[in-house]
């Protein structure tokens, strides 16, 4: 039997949680209709996709037809920087508008600006500070007469810095009081659903995403928020399924897992608890790590995520560190790669100013809901003798 592996990539994919798994078994065995289809297979179905749709809704103090079922986070960013601007575009020909998305994105919001930035269309990255957070002040001079778009991420999914949400959406809220063209704000909160407030009136929010595999549900699963009345204009067009926003047959075992998952999160006192012991390991790890000498946390050390902890070991490559721990059956991540494979220094560490030797050593370590105290134990019992040995070995100084 292969060994238990110690999880600490919670920020890459969570593992399921068996309460979830159990929810979405008979929609892959016997419940297999078609949710728009009108018998009674279907209409079961279709019952199990409206439930998921209410539980997401009031999980985000949203409308329940304000929740469409997606792919993931990707297609769900995706969808927030197309959308509103295709049908803009349409609607008033030969314009040229502005985005602004922040320079830390996901590439599932960094890619689709940089095609646009291709068109016709003028895409501005908004800076960060050395801690990693956008500043408010800046967003606001950036803002004009054609901008429709700001997309800030809610938690970043390598160093973990909570984003200054509410405020942006205050200052957005205020702005729109008196333009003609509403800006429109995009949060992806696919790293945030677990870990802070998500409701998207509190927040000034008019699109969010997230996604299933985050928040120990299934993957291949996500969700947009719409505001009513965003202008919008479809990514994938097709048989008219969810109003035709999003064209496609229902993914109901995955919509199952989503909304399952989610009513998990809906259970706060539990979150809370579970959360302050996220922390505290967390928070365990990084005394631990510090003792390490030449290692500096990424990242605002109060304004992160309860679940994250992303560190610089000085003088060694965070992919040597990170195959030396999974050879120990210990899994975490590196931030330096991108995750197409290549040896480009990780750009919300260059966003940060971190130079590109310092950012190839960094490794970040996600916590999540099934982690215990010796899971950090064996991790910084075997890290500084890993890091010794490499230092030792390496050419850089
Ligand atoms: C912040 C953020 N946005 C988007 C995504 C993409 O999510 P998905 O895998 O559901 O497409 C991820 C996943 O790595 C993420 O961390």
């Known amino acids: 039997m292969s060994k238990k592996i110690i999880y600490l990539d ?37 019952v199990a996709v409206d439930r998921a749709q209410a539980t997401v809704a009031s999980f985000l103090g949203a409308q329940k037809s304000e929740v469409y079922f997606t792919s993931g986070a990707t297609e769900s960013d995706n969808m927030a920087i197309f959308g509103p601007l295709r049908a803009l575009q349409a609607k008033f020909p030969g314009r040229r508008w502005q985005i602004i998305v922040s320079s830390i994105e996901h590439d599932a919001i960094l890619e689709p600006a940089k095609q646009l930035a291709k068109e016709d269309v003028e895409v501005v990255f908004l800076p960060v500070g050395s801690d990693g957070i956008v500043k408010v002040e800046e967003l606001k001079k950036l ?59 509190k927040l000034g929010i008019d699109m969010l995403s997230l996604s299933g595999h985050k928040i120990y549900g299934p993957k291949g699963v996500g969700a947009l928020y719409l505001r009513k009345g965003t202008q919008f ?46 922390k505290d390991l967390r928070d365990y790890l990084i005394k631990e790590i510090k003792k390490i000498p030449k290692v500096k946390l990424n990242g605002d050390a109060k304004k992160r995520s309860p679940n994250n902890a992303s560190f610089i070991f000085e003088g060694v490559e965070g992919e040597s560190v990170l195959l030396m721990l ?59 003798t890993i890091i010794k040995r490499l230092r030792k070995m390496s050419p850089i100084k």
């Open 10 to 46: 919670n920020a890459a994919t969570t593992p399921l949680d068996p309460k979830v798994l159990t929810a979405m078994m008979p929609y892959l065995q016997g419940e297999f209709g078609n949710a728009s289809s009108l018998h009674t297979l279907g209409l079961n179905n279709r």
């Open 326 to 384: 999974s050879d120990k059956n210990i899994a975490v991540s590196t931030g330096s790669a991108c995750s197409s494979g290549s040896l480009e220094p990780s750009h919300v560490l260059s966003a940060m100013g971190v130079s590109p030797e310092k950012a190839h050593g960094s490794l970040r370590f996600s916590l999540g809901r099934f982690n215990t105290k010796a899971d950090v134990t064996a991790l910084v019992k075997a890290l500084p």
């Open 233 to 278: 204009q479809p990514l994938i067009w097709g048989g008219h399924q969810q109003s035709g926003v999003r064209s496609g047959t229902y993914n109901v075992p995955g919509i199952v897992g989503l909304g399952k998952a989610i009513e998990i999160l809906k259970d706060s006192k539990k979150i809370a608890q579970e959360n302050k012991k996220i």
């Open 143 to 201: 803002i004009k007469e054609n901008t429709i778009l700001v997309s800030i991420m809610y938690i970043n999914n390598e160093i973990g810095a909570i984003q200054p949400i509410q405020e942006i959406g205050a200052l957005i809220k205020e702005l729109n009081k008196t333009r003609s063209q509403k800006i429109y704000f995009h949060t992806d909160a696919t790293q945030a659903l677990a870990y802070v407030d998500c409701n998207v009136d």
